[in-house]
């Protein structure tokens, strides 16, 4: 269980808000939330990510990002970065660093798409036009795994 007192939840929103680099208005609230990670093993924690949400709807719509472009580069048989964090709109590009074929694609909840094969030093890209999470895989190398999500708040 995570327990924020108002001062603890002030210290944070400000962290959120100067890191977005967004013009901010700070308010205290308090936070309560709870994080389960099923695995033992510390790296299963590196890919976590918690997102806030305001309650009230007219807030969360003025917390709308503007669309990004982003990189999931392929690379020794790996996607990197493994969790990528976007808004809605935002177009990814999956540039091929390795020097053979990859096929990327995603099949899952949020976009589905199917790349196709492309060679060494080429890039497809794809939009993420609503929120929702990208299971990303290549089916040339199975391990190969990636995870996009797009939020519709900037505090994640």
């Known amino acids: 269980m995570i327990w924020l007192s108002r001062k603890k939840a002030l210290i944070f929103s400000l962290i959120l808000a100067l890191c977005s680099g967004m013009p901010f208005r700070v308010e205290a609230a308090d936070v309560v939330g709870k994080v389960q990670v099923a695995s033992e093993k510390k790296e299963d924690v590196a890919g976590v990510v918690v997102s806030l949400i305001p309650l009230n709807s007219s807030q ?5 990002q503007s669309p990004i ?11 990197s970065p493994h969790v990528l964090v ?6 990814v590009d999956f540039p091929n660093r ?12 949020g976009k589905r798409f199917d790349l196709g094969l492309y060679e060494s030093g080429t890039s497809r890209s794809v939009k993420f036009d609503r929120p929702g999470v990208s299971y990303i895989f290549c089916n040339i190398n199975p391990q190969m795994n990636a995870i996009v999500i797009s939020l519709d708040t900037p505090y994640y």
Request: charged share 20%; glycine share 2%; net charge positive.
């Open 98 to 109: 390795d020097p053979f074929f990859h096929n990327v694609f995603s099949l899952f909840e």
């Open 60 to 64: 969360a719509a003025s917390l709308k």
């Open 86 to 91: 976007i808004p809605p709109g935002s177009v």
């Open 69 to 79: 472009h982003a990189t999931l580069t392929q690379k020794h048989k790996k996607f």
